[in-house]
T-cell receptor, first 114, second 114 residues
Framework: NAGVTQTPKFQVLKTGQSMTLQCAQD?????MYWYRQDPGMGLRLIYY???????DKGEVPNGYNVSRLNKREFSLRLESAAPSQTSVYFC?????????????FGPGTRLTVT | AQSVTQLGSHVSVSEGALVLLRCNYSSSVPPYLFWYVQYPNQGLQLLLK??????LVKGINGFEAEFKKSETSFHLTKPSAHMSDAAEYFCAVSDRNNFNKFYFGSGTKLNVKP
């Protein structure tokens, strides 16, 4: 049981390049999330998918797109990377249902845009 | 939107001393409350949570937190710090009406001196 996995662990992009961050969970959770973490700002929600087939914007969605490929996988795409998107990106998942309130996090992807 | 305030971006204690990390939230309706810990270059791990019931909740690694509605607070404590407690700690809240919206504080880095 690997929990939440993310690939890649590190990535360096040039301004204007595109890339997709991959996330998968093996806990059969319905809901999945993408966050970015910047120094002194905690984690901010980019997009989330409450269930397979649905996605919604979070607090900071501009410059990103997401795809809920199936119940296990939720990807985050940067179409044209900007230096302001340099950050650590975390994927998380949560089981829907009474009593299941906490989110489980992956190890993160450290992205640098030059 | 909720806001979460963590007083003190850096806290330093001696090994064996009391650890107190502060968290206040803004909602007039008590949210669900969480503390997460992040070790260097890792994802976030749930320490403890408050959803309902007893206001003093115990978590892993000897940590506990008390929900005080009148003070809109959820401070994290540990009676005796250990070197392995050195990490960054995040307080988070979730609306009772929308479990998908997590709001994180900006984090507190705990340093433990020998």
């Amino acid at each position: 049981n690997a929990g939440v996995t993310q690939t890649p662990k590190f990535q360096v992009l040039k301004t204007g390049q595109s890339m997709t961050l991959q996330c998968a969970q093996d806990m059969n959770h319905n809901s999945m999330y993408w966050y970015r973490q910047d120094p002194g700002m905690g984690l901010r929600l980019i997009y989330y998918s409450a269930s397979e087939g649905t996605t919604d914007k979070g607090e900071v969605p501009n410059g990103y797109n997401v795809s809920r490929l199936n119940k296990r996988e939720f990807s985050l795409r940067l179409e044209s990377a900007a230096p302001s998107q340099t950050s650590v990106y975390f994927c998380a998942s949560r089981e829907q249902g009474v009593g299941s309130y906490e989110q489980y996090f992956g190890p993160g992807t450290r992205l640098t845009v030059t | 939107a909720q806001s979460v305030t963590q007083l003190g971006s850096h806290v330093s204690v001696s090994e064996g001393a009391l650890v107190l990390l502060r968290c206040n939230y803004s909602s007039s309706v008590p949210p669900y409350l969480f503390w997460y810990v992040q070790y260097p270059n890792q994802g976030l791990q749930l320490l403890l949570k408050y959803t309902t019931g007893a206001t003093l909740v115990k978590g892993i690694n000897g940590f506990e937190a008390e929900f005080k509605k009148s003070e809109t607070s959820f401070h994290l404590t540990k009676p005796s710090a250990h070197m392995s407690d050195a990490a960054e700690y995040f307080c988070a809240v979730s609306d009772r009406n929308n479990f998908n919206k997590f709001y994180f504080g900006s984090g507190t880095k705990l340093n433990v001196k020998p």
